[in-house]
């Protein structure tokens, strides 16, 4: 029986009434299952610079370097528009990002049967989909050096912010995308601007290379961006695997996540290198923002957030069958026509973000008979 160390870091928003739901999850697992989880919870986001001074303090930053994973609910709200770039909501999440060195980021979007007519698209373009963008999270535009904002005279300024790419950050992205396909539909879509950018090009030659030497037996193909998000909207059952850069991922990840029926439903995983002793730093959180607007309500569909638990448990702690355990139990409960505000097409019963916890925990009972 061993134990892991898990972080969790609710944030800010519907961040914490999400998070209470995975952590009574979390429980009955460590109840029912012999793994134990060691969890800690700390401030991060608007709440952390709040009561601590900055979005993320050193001592958290350093608890995620020792944690086995870290949970993340979601950070903002417009309350801290006006706080200085470096301690601004979103710069934990980029610290925390790029300190774990979390380049490679899963975003799945798949169609439950169940919520198929939810989507905005027509059924059968999504009905079945299940496909899986995988965005480079350390690099790029994000973190492309130089970037500010300078003065050119009394009169103009100019801003800057930087795309840059090295081979090796290319490499090792690519080689995860080649991979994960190998475990799915063995089809990797790679998106950038090779038609207008010289790190799209760049980008491009770099993935055909690894493709050449050493994934012949895995299909590649080249899409500018702007297609893939058209393609994206038109016909998503072509892609199984997205390859992009940060800031296109940002983008097609959303696009992506509404074909599902609604942001709420996306999770996602970042991960880092795997190290020699085969640990590998991780973070899981839900694609959905923390959604000031509902924050508080008991609103917010806690969904996204358990299949970032899910993801965790696979990737994480090599838990597989209990990840699709529930993956299982979120599935159940969609079939049985439970549905907060996001997913529910006004005919189905709304059920307040609690109540939605506690159905799937009860599937998780049902399923593993106990
Ligand atoms: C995401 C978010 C973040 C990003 C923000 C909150 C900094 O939109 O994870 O997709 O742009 O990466
Ligand atoms: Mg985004």
Not at 188 to 212: A, L, P, R
Not at 246 to 254: Q, R
Not at 261 to 281: D, V
Request: aromatic share 6%.
């Amino acid at each position: 029986m061993s134990n892991k160390k898990i972080l969790v870091l609710p944030g800010d928003g519907i961040g914490n009434e999400v998070m209470a739901e995975v952590l009574k999850i979390i429980d009955w697992l460590s109840k029912t299952r012999s793994m134990s989880f060691e969890i800690s919870e700390r401030l991060v986001g608007g709440t952390a610079y709040d009561k601590e001074g900055d979005s993320i303090s050193d001592e958290t930053m350093q608890e995620a370097l020792d944690a086995d994973a870290v949970l993340f609910g979601a950070v903002g709200g417009p309350q801290w528009d006006n706080v200085e770039r470096e301690k601004r909501p979103e710069a934990a999440l980029l610290r925390l990002r790029k300190e774990l060195d979390l380049f490679a980021n899963l975003r799945p979007a798949v169609v439950f049967d169940a919520l198929a007519e939810a989507s905005p698209l027509k059924l059968n373009l999504v009905k079945g989909l299940d496909i899986l963008i995988l965005r480079e999270l350390t690099s790029g535009v994000y973190f492309g050096q130089p970037r500010g904002v300078s003065k050119i005279n009394d009169d103009e300024e100019k801003a800057i912010d930087t795309q840059s790419y090295t081979t090796s950050e290319i490499t090792r992205i690519t080689r995860v995308a080649f991979d994960l396909a190998k475990l799915r539909d063995n089809k990797v879509t790679s998106v950038e601007k090779s038609n207008v950018m010289e790190t799209g090009m760049f980008w491009k030659n770099t993935v055909s290379n690894i493709h050449q030497k050493e994934f012949q037996d895995v299909e590649l193909f080249h899409m500018l961006a702007d297609n893939c998000a058209m393609q994206l909207v038109r016909n998503p059952k072509q892609f199984d695997v997205i390859l992009t850069d940060n800031l296109f991922g940002d983008l097609l990840s959303d696009i992506a996540a509404m074909l599902t029926g609604s942001l709420g439903m996306l999770p996602s995983a970042s991960l880092g290198p795997i190290a020699e002793n085969g640990s590998r730093a991780a973070m899981y959180e839900p694609v959905h923002g923390s959604a000031p607007d509902i924050a508080g309500q008991g609103k917010a569909n806690p969904l996204a957030m358990i299949m970032s638990f899910a993801m965790m448990l696979k990737y994480s702690f090599n838990m597989q069958e209990d990840s699709v355990l529930v993956e299982n139990a979120v599935q159940a409960v969609l079939s049985k026509g439970l549905r907060t505000a996001d997913i529910s097409d006004g005919a189905d019963k709304i059920v307040s973000t609690q109540d939605m916890g506690k159905a799937v925990i009860e599937e998780l009972n049902n399923l593993s008979g106990s």
